[in-house]
């Protein structure tokens, strides 16, 4: 069985990448929770100086997989597995001492958003873009698009992006500030920035992100635990049943 979810460590650094590219890497029980164990294991490591956080083929994440949705024989208990395990890894990543990289290629949609967001530097391409999704499918947001994104760009912001379904394109990403660097090649931006980092004080640069999430990560677990709910509570409606069905073409 292949690994959904690759782990490579090294003395001083670790990269985890999405490993599902036939289906975009969208996301299902068994990636999230490969993805859990993984972080699981990176939070006991006292000597990371860098987490690289990438994915295999054309996009990094179109987000939970719908037809996954559509199939469960309990969508809410199938609902709960999801977006608790996505939110456990968003906090996860948080939480982690060391500096998380995102290297961003192609489509991030809906609540995989929720790792960019996670990320302390993120770079992408031209293809990059980002959209939430759930106002055409019905769905309640996941992945910190109420409880993340409007901490770093206003809620009205937020707002209107999530209620027009808006695409975020490459330009527009960087101009908000939800990323650090436009490049053709992500990786190479990545190794220039774990370049810069090996050259710093380690006990300072995880002083500086446990000063800046001390605080934010008590009060985004509270809105992600509102979004699971607000999701869990919608995803039986008729009015997402048959967002789900037009969206699968069925």
């Known amino acids: 069985m292949s690994q959904l979810v690759l782990l490579e460590e090294t003395e001083a650094s670790a990269k985890l990448t999405l490993n599902r590219p036939d289906q975009h890497n969208a996301l299902v029980p068994d990636l999230l929770a490969e993805l859990n164990t993984h972080l699981a294991t990176l939070s006991n490591r006292t000597d990371l100086e860098s987490v690289v956080l990438a994915a295999n083929g054309r996009s990094f994440s179109t987000g939970g997989d719908v037809r996954g949705f559509w199939q469960a024989e309990d969508r809410v208990v199938y609902s709960q597995s999801i977006v608790g395990a ?18 961003i290629h192609g489509p991030i949609t809906g609540g995989s958003f929720g790792l960019m967001l996670a990320a302390d530097l993120v770079a992408i391409t031209e293809r990059t873009f980002a959209q939430p999704y759930y106002s055409v499918v019905g769905f309640a947001p996941d992945g910190g698009w109420t409880a993340i994104l409007p901490d770093r760009i206003g809620a009205r912001q937020a707002g209107r992006i999530l209620s027009l379904n808006e695409r975020l394109d490459a330009q527009t990403l960087l101009s908000l500030g939800l990323a650090d660097a436009l490049c053709k090649e992500p990786e190479q931006q990545i190794a220039t920035w774990l370049e810069s980092l090996n050259g710093m004080a380690k006990g300072s640069s995880q ?44």
């Open 207 to 250: 002083t500086i992100k446990r000063l800046l999430q001390e605080d934010r990560l008590s009060r985004y677990r509270q809105g992600l635990d509102r979004e699971r709910d607000a999701f869990i509570e919608r995803i039986t409606r008729a009015e997402v049943t048959e967002g789900m069905k037009k969206f699968l073409a069925l």
């Open 86 to 103: 996505l939110h456990d890894a968003i906090l996860s990543l948080m939480a982690l001492p060391c500096p998380v990289l995102a290297s």
